[in-house]
Structures are given as C-alpha cells and as structure tokens.
C-alpha cells in the first residue's frame, strides 16, 4: 500500500517542477495567491491530475527535495511542514528540548519568540504555500477546465473524489493557522490569482470557514479505510471537526462540546480503523504495513529513497539521537543530537507503562544546560527500524518513518475529555476508552475517583507526546501560558517560569504584515 503513494508522490516532485513555482521569489515578498501555473499540455493527459494531486500531499513531508525548498528564501529544512508545526507544538511545552543554538530555536522554550523569528515565519509560509496549491489545483480541475482540455467524461468522478481531497487538506491547514496565528487571510480558488492584498480573517471567520467546508465535503468523501494508505477519507474530515469543536472555547468562546463529542463518536466507530496491538510499532519503519496502519487514520508519508526532506520524521528521529545512543539501534547512520525532554513529562510514567520510552544512559534527569545533549532523558518513540527485528528502513540516510498526524488513539481521547467537559455521551464509554489505552500500555483500569480532566490531560501525554499535540491541549486546559503549571525552561528559567497569555498565540510575521499592511499584529507582540 505504501509503494502506491510513493509513486504517486515521486511522480509529483517531477510535475511540480512543470506546474508549480514558489509563492515568492524572495522571502520578503508579499504573499499573493497563485497564479495560474498549470502546464496545458501536461494538463491534457487524464493521469497528471494524480500526480497534481500528489504534490498536495507531497507539500506535507517534502519541501520539493532534500537540498532545496519549494519556497525561496527559506532553509530547505526549517521550511517543511511538520518540521515546523511539531517544533512550534512540541518545543514550546513541557515535551521537547533541543540542543542546538541554531538562530532563535531556544526562544521556543523560553517563550520569548518575537514577530521576526524565522521558524515561525517558515511555518507562516508553509501554511500560506500549502493553501495556495490546494486552490491552484482546484482552479485547474474544474467541469469546464477539464472539458477545454478534452478530459474524458469517464475520469470526471475519479477528479471529484480528488478535488473533495484537496479541499479537506486545505481546509486542515486553515486549521493549523488558525490554532497557531488565530489571524490569517482566507483566499480561495475563486481569489484573484492577480497581485491583490488580502484582508486578514478573525478567528470566528476563520472557524466558520473551516467548518463549512468541511461539513459540505464530509460526506462526499471516500467511505472510512476505502481509499489507498496515505490518502485521506472522511474520517480526517470528521478529526479535523471534533478537535475544532473541542478547541472552540479558545478559537471563538463558545463551548462546542456536544459536536465534539458527536464527531469523537463518529471516529470511534468508523467501522474501519482499530486500535493496533503494539504501542511502539505505531512510530516504526513499518507502520504503514505491520498492522499499525489500522490505527493511524492520517500517516504523512516517508519513504527513505523516494519522498526525502530534512523535516517530519527524518528530523524527528536523527534530531533525537545522541550522546551515548547508538545510531545503527535506530535504523540511521548517525544522530544529530538535538532533542530530549523534560522531568515533567517523564515523571508522569510509571515503570509499567510500556509508552514511556526513555535512553537514559549518560542522560540526567535534570536539565542544567538545554545546549548539552546529555541533560534531559533522550525519547526513543520514533525508530527508522522494521518491527519483529526485520533491521533498518531502505536507508539510513532518510527514514520510512510515516508520521501519524491523525491517529485513533487520539479520538478515544477527546470523547472522554469532550464526555466530561459536559459533552454528553456514555460515561462507561468514555471510561472505556481510556482503559483500552490504558491496557495497552501495560497499566491498570482508572478508579472512578481519578476520571476527571487532569487525568486526560495526562493520559493524553503519555500517549500522544511528540505527536504536535501538546501545545493545543495545554492552552485548552489554561496551563501553556501563567503559572498554574510550570516545567523546565519555561520562561528561560531552569525550575520554569509563568508566561504572559498573549503567547497563546504566535505573532503574524513582521516580513508579512511588512507586505500585507492589512495584517494586523496579534495583541502582545
């Protein structure tokens, strides 16, 4: 299954080079949609349109190829997606720590970011690329387009089916933006595709935005498990939805329990996807075939020989190797000692739970200098290894390591903390579920007296760390920013630090707004 969309994405990397240019020349550049870049002549095979569409998922784990970027401008690395959404989810909490003094990367932890920090205007611009693409490709796969270009009627249905695609992965990205930057412009395939400057959209709009495309696609979308591995069918719809919902009170103040709860419910029995037996091949070499694909209901594709970047898994697992790790135990040829974690995340694993995967050896606890490697306990959840001891992915330069943006496990999990946030739904359910996570981790069923919020927001760290989570769910639980809750280097102190709330959300770019003067700066920066 994971050959298919490799070949499809490879294929995408050649079309791109005909159809696509980059948004901007320069970085500095204001961000204007898309032109018009389809290449008619390519346009006229029926099987391009697969490809066209490849390169939409391809903008989430390649940044054109690994050496260069699709976006000028940018480091090829700091410019992939995932790179720079897990950085800005992860290195901002309790979860991750990185070594390197690379530019202003320290500021995450520190919460000190400013407007100009070049990681988020990276992933400002990958965002506002990805979104670009998505509308470029639905300019070109029109009823009308098709029919100039002497597209057989026959292939009409197959294009919808990837036009429906396109709209839901532009609809996540508005998703991302909106969580990260609460302000971003909303343009579409029907925007000018001339040099315009476009007005930036509030949170309600943005919400409202995302929720009408995704309630008019949801059905239109393949039925859950029937489309190939790495291509998305209504049950991404349906995550996208209930985390919207669930984060509702901060996207917009209003709660939205109820549809949160609703969709979770949808999720948990799709009829398709299931829990897989074994924690740790969900974040192996293989997930996309030992089984683990059962539960990872969106996997970002990677593949060591054909889908090669420097962000997504490829960083996650080289960035996490180090000191006295042994590169070849993680199907790689060398670390880049960068990322460990906290004693806040590691103190709240028991010895049983089978989640908690730490390489202490030469690692202390505590973190007196984030620059050294060897402070902070080194996680060893993501491996370029094959399950059942099968050896390394196809490479050790790259990894196979698929990235699950949306996992099931996760859908288990918003049920129970919608459930208990006054959602509705089944009690027993909702206890349930926890206690299918639970049991598989090796751990015992939760007492009555500890289901509450505190103890999902914890069961939601042992299980999703390092999965780009951790930010969201600490602002919705009123612990990212203030002193309620404290960890190492918050606030650039050792011992942790209150931050100021405004950081809630990260800045609009200064190199933006520089372009766009209708953007205006997030209150606090």
């Not at 539960?295 to 996490?320: C, L, M, V, W």
């Not at 790689?332 to 590691?346: E, H, P, Y």
């Not at 959840?381 to 698929?402: C, H, M």
């Amino acid at each position: 299954m994971k050959k298919i969309i490799n070949n499809i994405l490879k294929a995408s990397v050649v079309l791109s080079t005909l159809l696509f240019t980059s948004c901007f020349s320069e970085l500095d550049q204001s961000p204007e949609p898309q032109q018009n870049l389809g290449n008619e002549e390519l346009l006229k095979n029926p099987e391009s349109y697969k490809q066209f569409l490849g390169k939409l998922y391809g903008g989430l784990s390649l940044t054109n190829t690994a050496g260069g970027s699709d976006i000028a401008g940018i480091d090829e690395g700091f410019s992939q997606y995932i790179r720079g959404y897990w950085k800005m989810q992860e290195l901002t909490t309790d979860e991750a720590v990185i070594a390197w003094r690379d530019q202003t990367i320290h500021d995450f932890h520190n919460h000190a970011w400013t407007s100009t920090d070049v990681f988020i205007t990276a992933t400002y611009f990958r965002f506002d690329y990805q979104i670009k693409i998505c509308n470029d490709f639905l300019r070109q796969t029109t009823q009308a387009k098709l029919e100039s270009r002497g597209i057989p009627s026959s292939f009409f249905a197959q294009i919808e089916d990837y036009r429906n695609e396109a709209r839901l992965l532009r609809a996540m990205s508005y998703y991302h933006a909106l969580d990260m930057f609460g302000s971003f412009p909303i343009f579409t395939e029907n925007s000018p595709t001339t040099y315009y400057l476009a007005e930036p959209a509030t949170k309600s709009e943005l919400f409202n935005f995302i929720e009408t495309e995704l309630k008019d696609i949801e059905g239109k979308l393949k039925t859950p498990g029937s489309n190939e591995y790495g291509r998305i069918d209504r049950v991404s719809a349906w995550m996208i939805l209930s985390k919207l919902y669930l984060n509702s009170v901060q996207y917009i103040g209003s709660t939205k329990y109820e549809d949160a709860l609703a969709y979770a419910d949808k999720i948990v029995n799709n009829g398709h996807y299931a829990l897989h037996d074994d924690y740790k091949e969900l974040f192996m070499a293989d997930n996309g075939e030992n089984g683990a694909q059962k539960e990872i209901i969106f996997p970002i594709i990677h593949d060591g020989i054909y889908t090669t970047s420097f962000g997504g898994t490829q960083f996650i697992i080289h960035a996490a190797v180090g000191g006295d790790m042994k590169a070849g135990d993680f199907g790689i040829n060398g670390g880049w000692a960068g990322l460990r974690t906290t004693k806040s995340l590691v103190d709240k694993f028991s010895k049983s739970d089978v989640r908690g995967m730490f390489f202490t050896t030469g690692q202390s606890l505590e973190i007196r200098d984030i620059g050294n490697f060897q402070d902070g306990y080194a996680i060893t959840k993501f491996t370029n290894t094959k399950s059942d001891n099968q050896g390394p992915g196809s490479s050790l330069n790259f990894v196979d390591t698929d990235f699950p943006l949306f996992r099931l496990a996760d859908a288990y999990l918003m049920y129970a903390e919608a459930h208990l946030r006054g959602g509705g739904g089944s009690a027993a359910t909702a206890v349930d579920l926890v206690n299918q996570l639970r049991a598989r981790a090796g751990l015992t069923n939760l007492s009555p007296s500890l289901f509450n919020l505190n103890t999902i927001l914890d069961e939601r760290a042992r299980e999703l760390y390092w999965e780009g989570h951790r930010r969201t769910d600490l602002i919705r639980f009123g612990k990212f920013t203030g002193g309620s809750y404290v960890w190492p280097w918050k606030g650039g102190a050792s011992s942790g630090a209150s931050t100021p709330s405004f950081r809630n959300v990260f800045p609009i770019p200064s190199i933006a707004r520089s372009a766009n003067g209708k953007l205006t700066q997030n209150p606090g920066y």
